[in-house]
């Protein structure tokens, strides 16, 4: 699968800092993505957003607030509540040259429109041997951590990593909330784009007028250096991550390194393989379930790439194998800082490790 485009966004140097002068004041993701939205549709014609209450409403996260007023109800539709039917058209659309954007709303809304994207959007460009590109970015609210009820908190991203021909991106910061989506709207494979719900609201110091860059989809970046172990994540589990870094160097003395992914297809096993190596020990954290979730995937990676550099077993920290909880139950179920910190200790900080019956290996 190829890589997305190498289209500009931003200024500068990935990952730079807005030019001196430029005003930076704290900005919400979803500002973050309205901007990106808005950018996208003034700079492409060919650029359409639809979805169920895009329009007037701006979305139920207000992520499209404002953008059916400025450029109209043809390039910001409102739909029906038909995911299926929302799908099947962005793939007409995209087979006539058009960039559809379309939000799903809710994580479990998509579901119903797995058809269309499962056997169209992700092999149209190799069915037809790359005579029809699906420049398609399906924005996707998703996780939990707001209270929602049932089929408002699903973590779904390994039915979409484990579909051939589509990319996965979600975004954990402010600057990478408008940088990943625009390089996934300029994208000519099709995009997920997930939207960490319970990060729409956190603030960073940002600047809309001059965005500094980001790099593409398929790098991740070290959140935090590190030595001791490293602690590999994406989108909603990052902010815990770095929370547990800094508690186990207060508490425990351990220098945790936090890789986020930012794309979980194309995967950047480079720069996580060259972090594992330097650290020996790794753990991987995310919301979605345990058993064959996108951790098995990247604990399988690391371990195979890894081998002779690891000091222990590559652990999992997720959500349980269960149907998401109601509400009161979900701080159970999300990974939190304590359960980050007992995996790290179980990492085998001894020199030397034991069976069970205390021989030593």
């Not at 700079?43 to 499209?64: N, Q, S, Y």
């Not at 490293?230 to 890789?259: F, H, K, M, N």
């Not at 995937?297 to 652990?315: G, I, K, N, W």
Request: charged share 25%; hydrophobic share 40%; with cysteine.
């Amino acid at each position: 699968m190829s890589t997305a485009t190498g289209t500009s966004v931003g200024t500068g140097e990935a990952g730079a800092q807005p030019p001196r002068g430029t005003a930076r004041k704290p900005a919400t993701m979803a500002q973050a993505l309205n901007r990106a939205l808005r950018d996208a549709l003034a700079e492409d014609a060919d650029v359409h957003i639809f979805g169920e209450d895009v329009g007037a409403l701006g979305g139920v996260f207000r992520v499209t607030d404002g953008l059916a007023a400025e450029f109209g109800e043809k390039r910001v539709t409102d739909t029906p509540l038909a995911e299926a039917g929302i799908l099947g058209t962005a793939v007409g659309m995209a087979m006539y040259g058009l960039r559809p954007v379309v939000e799903m709303q809710f994580d479990a809304f998509a579901y119903p429109g797995f058809e269309q994207l499962i056997s169209h959007i992700s092999r149209m460009r190799n069915r037809t041997r790359g005579a029809l590109p699906m420049p398609i970015t399906v924005r996707v609210p998703y996780g939990g951590g707001i209270g929602g009820v049932e089929h408002h908190s699903d973590s779904s991203e390994a039915y979409y990593m484990a579909t051939p021909g589509l990319h996965v991106v979600t975004p954990a910061t402010v600057a990478d909330a408008y940088g990943l989506l625009r390089h996934s709207i300029a994208s000519d494979d099709p995009v997920i784009f997930l939207e960490p719900k319970r990060l729409y609201w956190g603030k960073d110091d940002w600047s809309a007028d001059r965005p500094e860059a980001v790099p593409e989809v398929g790098r991740a970046l070290v959140r935090r250096p590190g030595t001791s172990a490293t602690l590999i994540t994406y989108g909603p589990s990052l902010p815990v991550c770095l929370e547990a870094a800094e508690a186990a160097a207060r508490d425990e003395g351990w220098d945790l390194e936090v890789v986020d992914l930012r794309s979980l297809v194309p995967f950047d096993e480079e720069t996580v393989v060259a972090s594992v190596r330097r650290t020996g020990r790794a753990v991987v954290v995310h919301e979605s379930t345990g058993f064959a979730g996108p951790g098995a995937e990247l604990a399988a990676r690391v371990s195979e790439r890894c081998f002779h550099h690891l000091e222990a077993p590559v652990l999992r920290v997720s959500g349980f194998d269960i149907p998401y909880p109601p509400p009161m139950l979900e701080r159970h179920h999300l990974p939190d800082v304590d359960r980050v910190l007992d995996a790290v200790s179980r990492l085998q900080w001894e020199s030397e490790w034991r069976s069970d019956r205390g021989e030593v290996r």
